[in-house]
């Protein structure tokens, strides 16, 4: 289907009009308690009305919420339109029968909040997608303005189960109810983060400029939620939240992507570094406005991705945004553009190489069918020691920023020629290493051994979570990245730790290294170590294998 263009807005007519989805609405297609405008006090998202939403098999309903803040109701007009036939000349009469309103096609907006619905049934004849546009017409008499609302029905054979009610939405959301809303709708927070980053883009540019001096300061998260010592953030996973505190969340991330959105046509991909089952990773080159090239490492999904994998690309790769320190590497850009994957921009130096790969070269082995040339030299201890005290500068800047990581290991580390560390995010790893992330039966994969005890039953992140997790980056840099745990279930994990059992000392570890690792995994929090003291056990220990060599 073609673009829909907009006919000339005019403030009389929705300078007093609401219409949006609300945080009910949000919650079932997205998972998400947040309220999603398309006309907020007369100004218009147009990127909203731009995007094409998804509508899954198992939701055969929409609803809308719209009041006119004017003393006296607006005139209307609804009407629906079908693309005539798909990709695969399939017709639309045949996968869907009439879409109807549960409203008159013709009236008035009320003064008060009002929801109505669209029913979408499909015939269940045919397995195929449906191009629906939704078309509202609001007028004042002189004037009028119609509004576009596009989504793409997905209709299946076989009649699924209904998604859940508007009026039967949970408030205590389980991670099942998460994992069903957000696979089921198939946009995720993506939603929220692609339609509100373009609408934010031309106040982004008032903001950059009226808080020029704080932009210096390159602030993680510029919300005051954020800014006192026990607050620490990380947006790889949702959680249940207030209203206003889930919409300043949505919102933080939507303006992180809107000041990095870049032009697809300034980057040129040469060739694959990496590649999993949906997730890509390729070396490549981004001219900026100057045309002054650089390389980059660019990563994004494959065509058969699903909105939700798209939707963690998105807010895992935009973690570490805004950070800047010389053992943190932080995304350089996000080009998001309709109908196609987005991209995530890292500068790159063609020297660099993911840690975990590295570390396996070094004992010959290779992973994801990369070329590799001569195995590295073999690692030292004092290597191994010097190489941890990068990724531990890293983890402190992350502290001090009050973001906690969650995934610390060698696969979301990346390191040079000269042994130099540096913490990335974890984007698109879940992908690329498969067998490093288990499902419990909770619908999300993790990383079962490398979580500390009461991250992987209890779901509590703290600094000392990272600690223990930092213990087994150490014990995979002198492993060469063996697999921890091999010997046991993903599913006994829990019961291994509880019972104090723990990794074993590696051949050729030193006492005093595999101590620091026993410290790391203690089982109370209050027990481990913090950063500054692994730092200064670790430079000791550094200075003295120094004085030997």
């Not at 639309?92 to 549960?102: C, E, G, I, S």
């Not at 929220?192 to 993680?220: N, T």
């Not at 032009?263 to 406005?289: H, K, P």
């Not at 995979?476 to 829990?494: G, S």
């Amino acid at each position: 289907m073609k673009c829909l263009m907009f006919v000339l807005l005019l403030p009389a007519c929705l300078a007093h009009l609401n219409v949006y989805l609300s945080s009910a609405e949000v919650w079932r297609l997205l998972g998400l308690t947040a309220e999603l405008f398309y006309v907020r006090d007369g100004q218009i998202n147009f990127y909203a009305l731009n995007f094409v939403v998804p509508v899954p098999a198992t939701i055969g309903e929409l609803h809308f919420t719209w009041q006119s803040l004017t003393r006296k109701p607006l005139p209307y007009t609804l009407h629906v339109k079908l693309g005539e036939t798909n990709e695969n000349g399939v017709r639309a009469v045949d996968v869907l029968h009439p879409p109807t309103f549960n409203i008159s096609s013709e009236g008035y907006v009320p003064t008060e909040p009002q929801t109505w619905r669209v029913d979408l049934p499909c015939t269940h004849t045919v397995a195929a997608e449906v191009e629906v546009t939704i078309s509202l017409n609001v007028s004042t008499g002189s004037s009028s303005t119609t509004l576009h609302f596009k989504r793409k029905k997905i209709c299946l054979k076989e009649a699924l189960r209904t998604a859940v009610r508007v009026d039967s939405v949970p408030h205590a959301p389980t991670s099942a109810d998460i994992f069903y809303a957000g696979a089921g709708c198939a946009g995720g927070a993506l939603l929220i983060a692609v339609v509100a980053a373009a609408a934010c883009r031309a106040r982004a540019r008032k903001l950059r400029r009226a808080r020029s001096d704080e932009q210096d300061a390159h602030a993680f998260l510029p919300d005051s939620s954020c800014k006192s010592a026990a607050s620490y953030t990380s947006y790889r996973r949702p959680t249940s939240l207030p209203a206003a505190a889930a919409e300043e969340k949505a919102r933080d991330l939507q303006q992180r992507i809107a000041e990095l959105t870049i032009q697809r046509c300034r980057v040129r991909l040469r060739s694959v570094a990496m590649e999993g089952t949906f997730g890509r990773v390729y070396r490549g080159t981004y001219a900026d406005e100057d045309a002054r090239e650089q390389e980059v490492l660019v990563k994004t999904v494959a065509e058969h991705a699903s909105q939700v994998q798209v939707s963690l690309l998105l807010q895992e790769g935009c973690m570490l945004y805004g950070l800047h320190h010389e053992r943190v590497l932080s995304v350089l850009g996000v080009s998001i553009e309709d109908q196609t994957a987005p991209f995530l921009l890292y500068p790159w130096n063609s020297n660099w190489r993911n840690l975990k790969q590295f570390l396996l070269a070094c004992r010959g082995v290779t992973l994801g069918g990369t070329a590799q040339g001569a195995p590295p030299p073999p690692l030292t201890t004092q290597h191994v020691v010097r190489m941890a005290l990068h990724a531990l500068d890293g983890l402190i800047y992350l502290h001090s920023q009050h973001v906690l990581h969650k995934d610390i290991a060698a696969r979301n580390c990346i390191v040079d020629e000269n042994l130099r560390v540096m913490i990335a995010d974890n984007a698109l790893s879940r992908d690329l290493f498969p067998a490093d992330y288990h499902c419990l039966g909770d619908n999300e994969n993790r990383p079962i051994k490398w979580l500390a005890l009461e991250a992987l039953t209890k779901r509590q992140f703290s600094p000392a979570a990272d600690v223990w997790a930092l213990g087994v980056l150490l014990w995979e840099l002198t492993t060469l990245a063996h697999q921890p745990y091999a010997e046991v279930d993903p599913f006994e994990v829990a019961a291994y730790l509880r019972d104090g059992y723990r990794l074993q000392q590696p051949a050729n570890c030193p006492d005093e290294l595999f101590a620091v690792m026993a410290y790391c995994w203690a089982m109370s929090p209050d027990d481990r170590p913090t950063l500054p003291q692994l730092q200064i056990f670790l430079r000791d220990f550094h200075t003295q294998l120094t004085r030997f060599v």
